[in-house]
RNA sequence: GGGUAGUUAGCUCAACUGGUUAGAGCAUUCGCUUGACGUGCGAAAGGUUAUAGGUUCGAGUCCUAUACUACCCACCA
């Protein structure tokens, strides 16, 4: 980019873990990255190489977590926050210097003294003031949502941080009883009506009028309607269908049309004794139905038809279930979908709904709904949610943080684990003749990396971010080619990510990153309440979001203390959030945004194109009005030399020090460099490696061999020949010609960011052209004695073709060097200290001129 | 299931917006060389660019279909 008559050229190195040394394929960017830097060098421009080392999230607190455990035998807990992330900080300072010198060792030319730390107190207020801006902007909610919750670390964590691991379990099949029409509860407290509806004898009567449902009128039953009797004494609820309804206006009424030997064991004679009784069953009842009248009903029992059977893993979660989902073309379920069914022990019902997501083929291809303990269910509840917003189905949380039963269920279930839960639920559910089998089956569970504990999925608020506002201009700036994405059909990649975006939560339930910037005054409490939702309150009042406690006076949203009483958020920002304002946050803190601000390149994996890179771009346009840089080029991964991704637990992780001791680090970028195209992985291969040392090799004896061979000469005088007079022949003609084309097509791959190219063309063209070709040619002008001693090519036209010869090789391996120069930095700085020093030289090659310039 | 790529020499991979005879490293075969070279040089062999169609004066490159492979995302109630 040009600014203030000079060009300028910046690249923010993505800053590496500072906890840990990088392996082979973690410096890999740093070649790339580097090769940019110094080829812009060579130009001229002013260049900026913005380094800087991460705090890293989870994983960085985890690991000081452990160190401090090893060294003083205290846990985070035991330090408290504030001591923690103290030490933590003073402990990755410690440890940045070790990471920034396998930075330099690799040969990554940035500006080292203006090294940042992520969590540098100048970064932290850029970051902060983003999300105080946004709040401003509207852009900022609460919203419940699930998450992974480890009830032993007693904190959130992201999927990357859990673990799965195989085991041994039962799918259980489960039958819920359908209701076509209208489901009735009727809930008695006398054994008496229940034995009665047990017992066979198929009528009963009831109350016209529920006093628990005052608005239900039971006139309206009709045939056909699901009737759940539950008997609050034990527990146990019985099913059964309406065959028949009589209704009557009154006791008398009712006395004159019943046989009442089917209602009671003995004949009730008179009017009186039936009201009373009637009375004996409950407090007033008789009055009441002398009021508002009676019906009685004639039972069926219930068919294989009137249950609809799913089958699940944890039982448990029934009691929290809000919908049973099938596949909309599951022609068996048909008939059923938009019925309700009665759901068992906890006696609600719950709609049959449709997902295209249930598999038809597993179980019986009727799920059962969990979204507060399911991340499934709980996709599946949105998606059917966002497109049938009348009929939409909720969430009913009943695990708590404690990893307990709490909430809407049966009192007899409170505290208990949930595999406890799972077992007496299918203990009750058999006894109620609801377990249709149960078969073994392999479930793969999901725990905690550290804790190994069983992840519990909850129901839990968490800050989001609103990205409607910041994904629009992210894709057009693609779209429009603001920033362009090397290779090209990442662009494809990018743009399927962000238009398929939802809603951004940022918070994590930790302490080492960048505490959110809320403060509350008092306590925030999140409970779950008795209908199973969360509700938040601040010092015992209720609030409804951020905007509605801030509106209440409750909250404030700023980076210092608004003072005494009042207490900071516990969570912090995903790490996201702060990585995707590292450009403009690094730059400025430096001071240096007018010049260097937006930047030119921004050089990372393509795995993170979709996490990181997009994040950059929609904060960038959204703080600064800009794009964070302009092109983006993303490497490919370096993979273990059997083709294996390399990681910590196939044990395959090579150390640049490895091979930087047998090779070279000049060798090592290579490997990265030649012949590699962006986006695409690529082994790590010995014998490129020792290909590779050997041209380092050959570069140094070519260059050997021409200074041999310019011994007679001054350098001044050299490089003050006029080129149009010397004598030149055809093989320096050829040789000239080739070079020149090579400095365009050099500078041409550059431009395109085509590295691989552009190093594969240097490199042949050096060791086949020039060392093998050309040297060859002009040994026979150079040499100045023969075969037998005597005086070789020291006069007339001898001479003269031989001084052609030197000016030629002399300036021609300069040129080399420094066309090569971006790529092996060390051996061309090496040799370029060997040669004669002219008035016009750089001190170092870094601040040569490219040929032509 | 959704997405993105890949399939080119024995192996690992290139080939810039379609344009000479598809290249390199390693491996293989033969020869030469030691006065820049840890060696190096020269030469050879090795390909119907996964398959089948299509567009074009011209296709590894563009289009369609098929078959495999890899990666990312989602999922196994």
Redesign the pocket.
């Known amino acids: 980019m040009k600014r203030d008559g000079r060009e300028t050229f910046s690249i923010v190195n993505p800053p590496p873990n500072a906890y840990m040394r990088p392996h082979i394929g973690n410096v890999s960017g740093y070649a790339y990255q580097d090769v940019l830097l110094r080829y812009h060098r060579l130009f001229g421009k002013k260049v900026l190489g913005q380094p800087g080392k991460d705090h890293a999230g989870i994983q960085g607190e985890v690991v000081v977590e452990k160190i401090f455990i090893e060294n003083k035998g205290k846990t985070k807990l035991d330090m408290g926050r504030e001591k923690f992330y103290k030490a933590s900080y003073a402990h990755f300072e410690k440890l940045m210097p070790m990471v920034m010198s396998d930075e330099q060792r690799i040969g990554l030319s940035s500006d080292y003294d203006r090294n940042l730390f992520t969590l540098d107190p100048k970064v932290v207020e850029t970051v902060l003031g983003t999300f105080i801006k946004m709040f401003a902007d509207n852009m900022v909610y609460k919203g419940v949502r699930i998450v992974n919750w480890d009830p032993v670390a007693q904190t959130t964590l992201a ?2 941080d859990t673990e ?1 691991v195989e085991r041994e ?1 039962e ?2 099949y489960i039958k819920y009883p359908v209701s076509r029409q209208r489901v009735w509860f009727l809930s008695f407290r006398s054994k008496e009506v229940l034995e009665r509806i047990r017992s066979g004898k198929k009528t009963i009567e009831t109350r016209a009028l529920n006093p628990d449902e005052p608005d239900r009128f039971f006139g309206d039953i009709q045939t056909g309607d699901l009737i759940v009797c539950v008997d609050k004494t034990d527990g146990q609820t019985l099913y059964r269908k309406v065959r028949e309804v009589t209704a009557f206006t009154s006791m008398k009424d009712a006395f004159d049309g019943l046989d009442l030997r089917q209602v009671f064991e003995q004949e009730p004679g008179s009017l009186d004794e039936m009201r009373e009784r009637y009375a004996s069953l409950a407090d007033g009842y008789a009055e009441r139905i002398d009021k508002n009248g009676l019906v009685a009903i004639t039972f069926a029992e219930l068919g294989d038809d009137d249950f609809l059977t ?6 448990e ?1 029934m009691l929290g279930d809000t919908a049973i ?3 909309p073309a599951d022609k068996r379920y048909k008939e059923l979908t938009g019925k309700t069914v009665a759901l068992p022990l906890v006696d609600r019902t719950i709609p049959v709904i449709t ?16 979204p507060a303990h ?6 599946m509840m949105t998606e059917w949610n966002e497109e049938h917003p009348d009929d939409a189905v909720g969430y009913i949380n009943i695990i708590s943080k404690a990893g307990t039963l709490s909430g809407p269920v049966p009192e007899r279930y409170w505290g208990m684990k949930s595999e406890d839960a799972r077992a007496a639920v299918i203990r009750d559910l058999d006894r109620m003749g609801l377990i249709v089998k149960r078969e073994p ?4 569970v999901m725990i905690g990396e550290r804790s190994k504990a069983v992840i519990e999925q909850i129901m839990s608020s968490q800050w989001f971010i609103d990205v409607e506002r910041l994904k629009q201009p992210a894709i057009a700036a693609v779209k429009n080619g603001d920033v362009t994405i090397h ?7 990018y743009l ?2 962000m238009e ?1 975006l939802h809603d951004w939560p940022v918070s994590r339930s930790l302490w080492w990153g960048y505490r959110i910037p809320v403060w509350y005054k008092g306590e925030l409490k999140e409970e779950i309440n008795d209908e199973g939702q969360v509700i938040e309150s601040i010092n015992g009042t209720a609030v409804k979001g951020i905007y509605d406690a801030v509106e209440k006076g409750l909250a404030l949203v700023q980076i210092d203390s608004p003072g005494e009483g009042w207490i900071q958020d516990e969570d912090v920002f995903d790490t996201w959030f702060s990585s995707g304002q590292w450009p403009y946050a690094t730059i400025k803190a430096n001071g240096l945004m007018d010049t260097f601000y937006p930047t030119d390149v921004m050089e990372t994996g ?2 993170i194109l ?2 990181w890179v997009s994040r950059m771009i929609m904060l960038s346009l959204y703080t600064q009005g800009t794009v964070p840089f302009t092109n983006v080029y993303l490497h ?1 991964l370096v ?1 273990a030399p059997d ?3 390399m990681s910590k637990s196939k044990n395959n992780v090579i150390a640049p020090e490895e091979i930087i001791k047998d090779y070279g680090a000049d060798s090592l970028r290579l490997l990265y460099v ?4 962006p ?5 790590v ?1 010995y ?2 490696l ?6 380092l ?10 200074l ?2 310019l011994q007679d000469v001054d350098g001044a005088a050299l490089e003050d020949m006029d080129r149009t007079k010397l004598a030149f022949n055809d093989d320096d003609r050829t040789m000239h010609a080739h070079l020149d084309a090579l400095v365009s ?1 050099t500078k ?2 550059m431009e ?1 960011f ?1 590295l ?2 552009a190093a ?1 063309e240097l ?2 063209s050096f ?2 052209t ?4 050309y ?2 040619q002009i ?1 026979e002008r ?8 005597n005086p ?1 090519n020291m006069e007339g036209d001898d001479l003269e073709s031989r001084r052609a010869a030197q000016w030629s090789a002399y300036t021609i391996l300069k040129t080399y060097l420094v066309l090569l120069h971006p790529f092996i930095p060390f051996i061309t700085e090496t040799v370029w200290q060997e040669l004669p020093r002219y008035k016009d030289d750089a001190e170092t090659i870094m601040y040569a001129k490219w040929p032509g310039s």
């Open positions: 999927d990357i799965r379990t799918l259980v799913v089958a699940t893993t944890r039982a979660t989902t099938v596949n997902s295209a997501r249930v598999d038809k083929e597993f179980g019986t291809g009727a799920v059962k709904l969990t399911s991340y499934d269910d709980y996709v089956h392999t479930q793969s290779p090209e059909y990442m662009n494809k990649k399927h990510w398929n393509y795995d979709e996490l490919g993979k083709g294996q991704k030649v012949g590699n195209k986006g695409s992985s690529y082994p291969s014998e490129k020792e290909g590779y040392k050997r041209f090799n050959k570069i140094w004896n070519a260059a050997k061999f021409v041999l061979n097509e041409r791959r395109g085509h691989g190219v594969q490199y042949d060791w086949h020039f060392a093998d070709i040297i060859e040994k150079l040499y100045t004695r023969d075969k037998e001693g070789l």
